[in-house]
Every structure is written in C-alpha cells, then in structure tokens.
C-alpha cells in the first residue's frame, strides 16, 4: 500500500526520495506514533516533504489516494477502506426521500459506536450498515436527512459528523479584484480622530497664525487623523464556505484596507471554545475564545462572515461539531461574543431568498437578534448603518 503512497506522489510532482521513503517506513517499524490517522498524515510530511511550498501537493495526493478515511472512534477499532469504495448509488423518489428517518444526534453517535462494533464485512446500498450508495445515515455516498459522513465526497449537505482529514485554506488578504466597491460600503463605518503626536502639518493653522504674526511664518502641527473604529471580524473556512472563497477574499481584503485596527480568526460552521488564524496550523495554534473576549474591548465592531449552513445539532447541541466534541453548544458561545461586544452583525454570503429553507441560518439569524445580512452591496451598507448606530 505505501509504496503505491510512494508513487501517487511522485506523480503529483513532490520531489520525494527512496531515502525519505525508507525513513517513513523505519518509523513505522519502531512505532514511533500511534495508531491514529492524524499521526501518520503528520509523520509522512515531515518525513517525505522537505520544502514546506509542497505541502499544498502533499495535502491533495494524500487525500486522493487515501480518500479522506481515517479512524471513526480510534478506541472502537478502525473502518477498512474497502467498506469505502464507491461502486453504485440508488436513486430515491422524492416520497421514498420524504419517508427517510432521522434518529437524532445522540441516538446517531451511540448506534455508530455498536456498528463498529458489530460490523465485519463491507455493505453497500443498504439502510442499516456503514457502507456507501445507500440510505444508512453512516458512510457516504447515499442519501440520508442527516448521518456522519465516513470519508467520500459531501454532497447533500447533511452530515451531523464528518471524519476526514480536512485542510482549510486561509483567505487571500492581498486580493484586489472588484474590491472597490466592498471598500465604498466598508466606508460608512470609518470615525476619524485626532491621535498620536503633533507631526502633521496644520496648514489652515498655520496660515492664521503666520497672518497673525505679521507675515512671519508661524508652522503649527497637529496630531495625525487616523481611523479609531476597531473591528473583529469572524470567518467562516471550509465545507461549504468553498462556494464562496471569492467574495469571501474580495471582503477581506477590502477590510484590512480599510481597518487599520482590525483583527480576524477563523472558525468552521459555528464559533465554539477556541479559533485560529492561520488554517494551516490550526491544530497547533489555537486561540481560546475565552481571553479572545477578555482582550478586545466593548466597543469593538464585531462581524461574523459565514453562510451559516450546517446541521442545527452544530448550533444546539454539546457535542455537535463536526470535528470534535464540544463541550457546550455554539448557540452559548454565539450569545456571549453577542453580550461583550453590543455592535455585531452577521454577513451571509448565500443568496438571502434561501434562507427560510436552511434552519440553520433561521437559527443563526434568530441569535444574531435579526441582524444578519447578505453579503451584496446593499447588505453591506446595510450592516455598516446598523454597526454605526
């Protein structure tokens, strides 16, 4: 298996070695990490990958060739690939659709953990197994109102869970493209003042005093004037925030050209105890929510930029990320950036005639008290108005 690994990354154009490739397999033969999936990804870059301007490469000939799988609950035991490949997928009316059955979030982790239990042998197109093409809320590839998604592509938008190996990508702050008019409705929120030392040349003050003085030039200086607003701002990366990285960087970059005192972080689908600002170590450099909203003060502008599209469990229920267990639920963290920073809003970059068929946004929107609005020009005005205030 791993020296066709070795090949799928040869052929993606990494400048990988035999050496390098005996090296990996020499750690794995001391076992110098674990079982888990992570822990091999992170030991095959750092021994196959030695210019980080790869890793981009790297992160994609790893994800084809071993399709996102990894282990659902390591301490239950692991999902064989096979169980995995994609062979059929039924097609469903719309009644047979309608009739699916939701089991509910707790009910869906416990029954997972029994089929790993249970389970020994590959299934596909069923309802009950882990599997593919089916309607089983556990797999990929079928059709279920709401499961965990083991590996596969996403596609209905429906997964409570996911387990992969997933790569963000941080947004391009220095994009100009179609910015401009982004920076005209961003204007709306500047408030100028008078700060620092007297440098700047107050040229109708020293006109005044030099007629004053009798023609003698008398030069006055002023402190320069400078934008006070202070802005957090809150975005939204990966899944199916990947519809909308454009305008997400036109938005960002228009944003660090306005606000000089602007800070950002990142977050997936909904804020929970800890944020990171870059995606590429954001298991490595995490950013606690809670001394987030100790060191900002209250009169901080706060804007949240996400499609606010994800399974209502994400907002409602501890535990509910996709990624790992939450110990309280992002409605609760939701309410208390809310509470210490009164000016928020919420950008939503989905078109706004589809909010009332996600209930995730009609939550989100609820939490935000109504203050949310699309990601278009008279959105964006909109918002800056209601920051203002």
Not at 64 to 81: C, D, R, S
Not at 242 to 253: Q, V
Not at 348 to 374: C, H, K, T
């Amino acid at each position: 298996m791993l020296i066709d690994f070795f090949y799928a990354l040869r052929d993606a154009k990494i400048p990988v070695t035999i050496k390098e490739f005996l090296t990996l397999l020499e750690a794995l033969q001391k076992q110098v990490i674990g079982t888990s999936f992570d822990d091999f990804y992170y030991l095959a870059r750092i021994t196959l990958v030695k210019d980080e301007a790869h890793f981009d490469k790297f992160d994609r000939a790893f994800g084809l060739y071993f399709k996102g799988i990894q282990a659902a609950f390591e301490e239950n035991g692991t999902i064989p690939l096979d169980w995995l490949v994609q062979r059929m997928k039924r097609e469903l009316s719309e009644e047979q659709r309608a009739a699916l059955e939701k089991y509910g979030y707790d009910k869906l982790m416990d029954r997972l953990q029994e089929l790993l239990k249970e389970q020994k042998e590959r299934h596909e197109g069923g309802s009950k197994w882990i599997g593919t093409g089916g309607t089983s809320p556990f797999g990929h590839g079928g059709t279920n109102p709401e499961g965990i998604r083991i590996g596969g592509k996403g596609g209905n938008r429906t997964a409570v869970k996911v387990w992969e190996a997933r790569n963000y990508k941080d947004y391009d702050g220095e994009r100009e493209i179609g910015t401009r008019n982004i920076k005209v409705a961003l204007r709306r929120l500047r408030k100028f003042a008078r700060l620092g030392a007297a440098e700047e040349l107050a040229l109708d003050a020293t006109i005044r005093a030099t007629a004053s003085n009798a023609g003698y030039l008398d030069i006055k200086m002023q402190p320069e004037r400078k934008n006070n607003i202070k802005v957090l701002m809150l975005f939204d990366v990966g899944g199916t925030m990947d519809d909308h990285i454009e305008r997400t960087e036109e938005l960002f970059s228009a944003a660090r050209s306005e606000f000089k005192n602007m800070e950002f972080f990142y977050f997936h689908n909904c804020v929970y105890d800890y944020l990171w600002k870059n995606n590429r170590r954001r298991h490595a450099e995490r950013f606690p929510v809670w001394d987030i909203l100790r060191k900002y003060p209250p009169d901080t502008k706060l804007i949240f930029v996400g499609d606010a599209t994800m399974s209502p469990y994400e907002i409602l229920q501890p535990g509910g990320s996709v990624e790992y267990n939450n110990q309280e639920a992002g409605a609760v963290w939701l309410q208390r950036f809310t509470a210490t920073f009164p000016k928020f809003v919420w950008l939503n970059p989905e078109p706004a005639g589809v909010w009332q068929y996600r209930q995730s946004i009609s939550i989100i929107d609820q939490l935000m008290n109504r203050r949310m609005f699309p990601l278009t020009m008279d959105g964006l005005e909109r918002a800056m108005r209601t920051l203002s205030k």
